[in-house]
Every structure is written in C-alpha cells, then in structure tokens.
C-alpha cells in the first residue's frame, strides 16, 4: 500500500501496489474503444499448427452469421493470416485519426486481421512478441466494432505471447479447441485445456478437423488418419461440446476463392447450437 494510506481508493484492480489489504487479482482486460460493442468472445486455438484453425474460426462466424446473428472475426494470428483470404476481403482497413473501422464480408461479418492494414498481403512481419501482442490489442481496443453478438479469435498455434494476451486483455468467454484424428491429440489438448485453467476461461467445446471422409458413390466412412480419438479425449477433459468436420476437397477450394461463407457447415451444429442456446450479458441486451 501507499505510505499515505489517504490515498488507497480499496480499488484492488487499478492498483499496482502490493499489500495486506489486496483481495482481488489486478485486472488486465482492456476497454473496447467508446462506442463500440462486443457481447460474446470466443477463442478458437490448438496446441499445434496446421488443424485448421482459421477454417474453423470462419465457419462459426459464418454459421452464426447466417443464424441472425452479427459474427465478427478477430484474427490474432498475426504474422500467419489468413481470415481476409477466406472471405475474399482484399481492400485496406479504413480509420480515423483515432481508431480503425473493422472490413465487412460478403455476408455483413465483421473482420479484422494484419493483412487488412499492411502495404502488400505477402509482405512478412518480422516483429518480435511483444509488438505482436500489442496489435492484438489494439484490434480489440481501437477498432469500432458495431454491435456484435459473436466474436471469434482466431488465435496463433501453442501458448506463447498473443493466447496470453488475448486471455488477460479481451473479456474471453470460453474457448473452442481444434484438433485432428492422431495420437497426439490428447497432448494438443491437454496443453490448451491447462491454459484455459490456468486463465480461469472454461472450454466451451472441441473440434476435430479431417476426422473422416464419406464416400460420395458408396456413402462409406473412411477414417483417413485413423479412428478418431476427439470422444474420449473430450470425456476426459470434461468437455462438453464436439463437432466433427468431415475431409472435402471443396472447403480447401472454397476458402481458396474466399467463398468460407457458401460452405454449409451443418457439421458443427453442436458448438453453434450451444453457442445461440447460451444467454448475452443482461447489461448488453
């Protein structure tokens, strides 16, 4: 505490002090800009590259979307990304002198990614973690999302600088793990799941991505990479909800044109129906 204790205000949050009278953990989630609105954010993320993050991140925004709802996408992958590519938004972010206006898909889904205010989609960004996480948080606090329902972060692979940034400052409501059918998968898991506890956030559900492919002449299902695991996994870390998504060349090509919101992602009614069953924030309504 101060040595003048006239000047404690018994504020544990905005206080930077250590001493006998803090109950409260120092909060470090961080105000959207005045004006603009969030009710919901979730956290898509894995424990690896390459399970198809960004696909997944798309497609609940665009089923949420396609619901009713206003989906927005925070894509906080920053030196990979990939969210504009998807929807085929290719034209610069527009912004005031203070804060950035989020691109819109074909749709009406709210996006924002690096690759939206960078000279060239190609060029690299060669910054090292802490300006990395800074721009996330600039996403969340100086663009002016318009009255979202549905966020999504896309995050970057592991548990490094932005999972944690993005946990500490954004106000994260759950989050949605991917994984695909191999035997590591309870290790991508089980490192995600420990995060998440670690960060008091609770797991909202789990995804597992390729996990089958269903024959269009036979309508046989084959399991490409082996029988899936995602059941028990999910029964041993208490998660409640699961979706699979089937392997389909026509998503790669779809994403590719930056059609995301034409594939019919049915498949993940599980998560969304969960999604659209849970209440908003009273003070948001």
């Known amino acids: 505490m101060s040595n003048n204790v006239e000047e404690c205000t018994h504020d544990c949050s905005t206080c930077g002090e250590s001493c006998s009278e803090r109950q409260d953990p120092q909060s470090f989630l961080e105000d959207l800009y005045p004006g603009a609105s969030v009710k919901k954010v979730y956290a898509v993320v894995s424990g690896k590259g390459g399970v198809g993050k960004s696909l997944v991140t798309s497609l609940l925004a665009s089923e949420m979307q396609r619901r009713g709802y206003q989906a927005a996408v925070l894509d906080a992958d920053v030196t990979g990304p990939s969210i504009p590519k998807a929807f085929g938004v290719h034209q610069h972010a527009q912004a005031t002198e203070e804060y950035l206006f989020p691109n819109y898909t074909t749709s009406g889904i709210q996006i924002m990614s690096t690759n939206l205010i960078t000279d060239t989609e190609t060029a690299p960004l060669v910054w090292r973690g802490p300006v990395i996480a800074g721009v996330v948080t600039q996403f969340w606090t100086q663009c002016m999302w318009d009255n979202v329902d549905f966020m999504f972060v896309d995050m970057p692979p592991g548990t490094g600088d932005v999972p944690l940034t993005v946990f500490q400052s954004l ?3 759950g989050i949605i793990i991917v994984t695909s059918p191999q035997d590591l998968v309870s290790m991508i898991v089980e490192k995600a799941v420990n995060m998440a506890n670690l960060m008091n956030i609770p797991v909202f559900g789990i995804v597992e991505n390729m996990s089958y492919f269903k024959c269009p002449d036979c309508g046989k299902i084959h399991e490409i990479f082996g029988e899936s695991k995602v059941d028990g996994v999910a029964e041993k870390f208490g998660i ?11 998503y790669a090509t779809m994403v590719d044109a930056g059609e995301v919101e034409s594939i019919d992602a049915s498949f993940l009614a599980p998560i969304t129906d969960k999604l659209e069953s849970e209440p908003f924030p009273k003070d948001s309504i």
Do not use: E, F, R
């Not at 409640?240 to 026509?250: C, E, F, G, L, V």
């Open 240 to 250: 409640p909800n699961i979706a699979k998504i089937p392997i389909d060349s026509t």
């Open 171 to 173: 106000p994260v409501d």
